[in-house]
């Protein structure tokens, strides 16, 4: 079982471009999360998804940001027109039930210059 | 998700015990307490969790008291790869789409050789 798997694992980007951060959860695993790392700072929670349904996105920025799980292929994290604040490591978990405990991936690390 | 209460750091020696202490006095009954770490430039990894009943598994053990109102992490034998920040987390299973994992600061642990 390969884990969680991230991709890419460092991503650079000028300002007002889009970046795409991927996430392909463990397998048998339906419930994906992301979480954004700024530099120095905890783990702050962005959305939680199951196949084709965001269930809660309180943590999402209002806009640029958007997050997607289809049926098939993995969920993906979309920051359109990127600013250097958007400099951060986004992490991917996913959980089998609802009550189960998180696999996080290793993480992408986005730059914006 | 109720609060949980960290030191901010602690120092430990190699191949000697480490308990990390965690404080939750506004938890409920169904909260269930979890510790995740988080090595450096990894994304965090479960480490444990329980409900009353103290709970041992190969990574550590976890000792909650009798009113659960604070619960301690214990390392048997600190080694230099668990030199990591580690979360006491406080998750209500019960409420299905609420329960996703709230990180706080955590506890910086620092491991000399």
């Known amino acids: 079982n390969a884990g969680v798997m991230q991709n890419p694992r460092h991503l650079v980007r000028r300002r007002g471009q889009e970046a795409r951060l991927r996430c392909s959860p463990m397998?048998?695993?339906?419930?994906v999360y992301w979480y954004r790392q700024l530099p120095e700072e905890g783990l702050k929670f962005m959305v939680y998804l199951q196949k084709e349904n965001i269930i809660d996105e309180s943590g999402m920025p209002k806009e640029r940001f958007s997050a997607e799980f289809p049926k098939e292929g993995p969920s993906i994290l979309r920051i359109q027109q990127v600013v250097r604040g958007d400099s951060a490591a986004y992490f991917c978990?996913?959980?089998?039930?609802?009550?189960?405990?998180?696999?996080f991936g290793s993480g992408t690390r986005l730059t914006v210059v | 998700d109720a609060k949980t209460t960290q030191p901010n750091s602690m120092e430990s020696n190699e191949e000697e015990p480490v308990h990390l202490p965690c404080n939750h006095s506004t938890i409920s009954g169904t909260d269930y307490i979890h510790w995740y770490r988080q090595l450096p430039s990894q994304g965090p990894e479960y480490v444990i969790h329980?409900?009353?009943s103290n709970v041992n598994n190969r990574m550590a053990s976890l000792a909650i008291a009798e009113d659960r109102k604070s619960s301690t992490l214990i390392l048997h034998r600190a080694t230099l790869r668990d030199a990591a920040v580690y979360y006491c987390?406080?998750?209500?299973?019960?409420?299905?789409?609420?329960?996703?994992?709230?990180f706080g600061k955590g506890i910086t642990l620092s491991v000399r050789p």
């Open positions: 397998k048998g695993h339906s419930h």
């Open positions: 329980g409900l009353t």
């Open positions: 987390i406080l998750r209500d299973e019960y409420t299905g789409a609420n329960s996703k994992l709230t």
């Open positions: 978990a996913s959980s089998q039930g609802v009550a189960d405990g998180y696999t």
